[in-house]
């Protein structure tokens, strides 16, 4: 996880959700679609070096937090923690996540006028990036084929918007998680997987002995679970 590929492009605006985002594209109509989503502090570069061990045929979108903290810091909604517990500016979650379910559908526009199918799209993430992810995958499943959740927790605060549980069931899941994470602890992980097999979404949860982070074992095995829902053959 030490190198960045080459083939990541500039940075790019979608002009009707306001993200920005960088790409690493394919060279014929992709295979796959798998959006990005940093921690917050971060930005869209943190997450690059992932792209070394998704299969070439998977177009990829590194996507850029829309708030501003400082140089090159970005998030997708403000958080700190009191008492041990995150506390987080819920107001700019939800508009985060409506911006990204936008994104989305400005990529399937996109298909569209290449008289492509709609290309399988996966939304994952480290840390906030993967709340986001389950944010969006769980309030608009019909955009997305499933969601990676990496070191995160699921938003109790989406609850309201969640989609009927058909439609869930149509999603696969990831939830991977340090046994010694000291930011967001474990058991957020066992909590999202509970709160998933009451939804009834198909999902696979792993444990790692690391802190929050990620390291080489945690991206391998979510290169092999994305081709499932990217349906690689």
Excluded at 60 to 74: D, E, K, S
Excluded at 108 to 116: F, G, M, S
Aim: hydrophobic content about 45%.
């Amino acid at each position: 996880m030490n190198t960045t590929p080459q083939d990541i492009g500039p940075l790019q605006q979608d002009a009707a959700s306001g993200l920005r985002y960088r790409l690493r594209d394919t060279d014929d109509v992709p295979a796959g679609r798998l959006l990005l989503l940093h921690g917050v502090g971060s930005n869209e570069t943190d997450l690059a070096p992932l792209a070394s061990y998704i299969d070439p045929r998977v177009q990829i979108a590194l996507v850029q937090g829309p708030l501003v903290f400082g140089p090159r810091q970005h998030g997708f909604f403000e958080v700190s923690f009191q008492n041990g517990a995150p506390a987080i500016n819920a107001a700019q979650a939800e508009r985060s996540r409506q911006q990204l379910i936008t994104l989305v559908r400005s990529f399937h526009a996109q298909d569209a006028k290449v008289a492509a199918p709609r290309v399988p799209t996966v939304i994952a993430g480290f840390s906030q990036g993967g709340i986001l992810s389950a944010s969006v995958s769980l309030t608009a499943p019909q955009e997305v084929t499933g969601f990676a959740v990496l070191s995160g927790r699921i938003l109790p605060e989406i609850e309201p918007h969640l989609a009927p549980r058909e439609a869930l069931a149509k999603l696969s899941a990831l939830i991977s998680h340090g046994e010694f994470d000291d930011k967001l602890p474990v058991a957020w992980a066992e909590r999202a997987k509970e709160w998933l097999t009451a939804l009834r979404v198909p999902n696979q949860n792993r444990r790692y002995p690391i802190g929050h982070t990620l390291n080489q074992q945690v991206v391998s095995d979510f290169a092999r679970w994305l081709a499932g829902p990217l349906a690689l053959a």
